[in-house]
Nanobody
Framework: QVHLVESGGGLVQPGESLRLSCAAS????????MSWYRQAPGKQRDMVAS???????NYVDSVKGRFTISRDNAKNTVYLQMNSLKPEDTAVYYC???????????WGQGTQVTVSS
């Protein structure tokens, strides 16, 4: 079992950057495939970026070239570097972990990102 806690959200202007962090505890972090999801008001929760246990990454088309997902297994942390932020990036961002040995899924509580002038 793993407990996930997001941090790093906030209010920024268009074009600025944020780095989100997701700290994991309670299990072996390297055994989890990690993802970032986001959910805007009235919208479904969609995957933004993912990184596998071997380091393979995937991104939704709308963030390619702007967002970078990475992980530091020694710190039990996954990051989402968000550059050139746009108003449409405004959402609650959630950390997701899948323990690949059993495919069990875990969620963080979310962190708010607001991009506005």
């Amino acid at each position: 079992q793993v407990h996930l806690v997001e941090s790093g959200g906030g209010l920024v202007q268009p074009g600025e950057s944020l780095r989100l962090s997701c700290a994991a505890s309670g299990s072996i972090f390297s055994g989890y495939a990690m993802s970032w999801y986001r959910q805007a008001p009235g919208k479904q929760r969609d995957m933004v970026a993912s990184i596998g246990t071997g380091g393979r990454t995937n991104y939704v088309d709308s963030v390619k070239g702007r967002f970078t997902i990475s992980r530091d297994n020694a710190k039990n942390t996954v990051y989402l570097q968000m550059n050139s932020l746009k108003p449409e990036d405004t959402a609650v961002y959630y950390c997701n972990g899948v323990w690949v040995a059993t495919m069990r899924e875990y969620w963080g509580q979310g962190t708010q990102v607001t991009v506005s002038s």
